[in-house]
């Protein structure tokens, strides 16, 4: 589906982008420079067999294998970068002159109420409906990933849903997926507990958490993953200085924005060599470090410290600039 260029205010979280060269993209948020969109290159054009076609025709090649801010980074390596003083640093962006389609995950689960083409879109109507049935707004609801670009193989693709809810009804909106989706199995969650530790350095205790909210499941035999995020860009002071350093988080426990991606709550205090700031944003690019912490508790993590042009204090887990590491702290409060 072709969209006129927008504002940044509609390019939320998990976008499409396809640009002139039939290279397939995926937009980071929803808060994004003048130039472009902030996104990930995912798959692109390739000469040789691939599970996934575009159009039925052309051959395409996933380069990004998993997702981690390493290889993030190293799939988007060949991407225009532009520094983002909100962010505090250089962020790969497909600019808008190259920006060929803007696809809405939103439109493809209204299109699917339609006309479902094959099995596997089939089934995602079948998902949404089920949601909708539940009192989920369809118009909250987004099927993305392989289906969104119209790239999927019906018999081995899955299902990616994302669903764009306000803090309020966060809980009630997992409340229903929780309902729809099946449990993974056993043996396969423990294989996806294992390749969340191994891949982001995290102990076995806080990946595990990061599926203790309903993330993945089984519809009706097809895995499903889901994303929660936000309806609107964030609200976000520009960085004034960035030092990457070891600190403690106190986090306050049942933070929705937590449980979304970006990832973003409150740290009450944060400890960093000798000094207590407190009530410092906490801002995560990648969900497994911030998951954990919608559970509350103390974090001892690498992180982007930045001081902020409103005189506040923000954390950035995930960047490229800070080899991230969290884990979970003995410091008791005093």
């Not at 979280?13 to 002139?20: A, C, I, K, L, Q």
Request: proline fraction near 8%; charge should be negative; glycine fraction near 8%.
């Amino acid at each position: 589906m072709c969209m006129p260029i927008p504002s940044e205010s509609t390019v939320l979280d998990h976008f499409g982008v396809v640009d002139r060269e039939l290279r397939l993209y995926i937009a980071v948020g929803a808060n994004h420079p003048p130039s472009g969109v902030i996104a990930y290159l995912k798959y692109v054009p390739s000469e040789s067999p691939q599970p996934w076609r575009l159009a039925g025709t052309v051959f395409m090649k996933r380069v990004l294998p998993r997702y981690s801010p390493k290889h993030v980074d190293s799939s988007s390596r060949g991407m225009k970068r532009v520094y983002d003083p909100r962010l505090g640093c250089f962020v790969p962006v497909v600019e808008w002159f190259s920006i060929a389609k803007l696809i809405d995950p939103r439109s493809i689960a209204e299109r699917l109420l339609y006309s479902c083409r094959d099995e596997l879109e089939c089934l995602a109507l079948e998902l949404v409906s089920d949601l909708v049935s539940l009192g989920v707004p369809l118009n909250t609801i987004g099927v993305a990933g392989s289906i969104m670009f119209g790239i999927h193989n019906p018999t081995v693709s899955d299902i990616d849903i994302v669903l764009y809810v306000d803090d309020e009804r966060l809980a009630e909106v997992m409340e229903s997926v929780r309902s729809v989706l099946e449990p993974v199995p056993g043996p396969r969650l423990e294989e996806l507990v294992k390749g969340v530790a191994e891949l982001h350095g995290l102990p076995t205790e806080l990946a595990r958490l990061v599926y203790a909210v309903p993330r993945r499941g089984l519809y009706r035999g097809r895995e499903v993953t889901v994303v929660y995020t936000d309806p609107a860009p964030l609200r976000l002071s520009e960085v004034m200085e960035s030092q990457c350093l070891e600190m403690v988080l106190e986090i306050e426990p049942n933070q929705p924005g937590f449980l979304k991606y970006p990832g973003h709550g409150i740290a009450s205090r944060v400890r960093v060599g000798g000094r207590v700031l407190e009530n410092v944003e906490v801002l995560s690019y990648e969900a497994a470090y911030s998951i954990p912490m919608y559970f509350g508790g103390a974090y001892m993590c690498r992180a982007l410290l930045q001081r902020l042009s409103d005189g506040g204090f923000r954390v950035v887990l995930g960047s490229r600039e800070c080899h991230t590491y969290i884990t979970r702290s003995h410091y008791l409060p005093t």
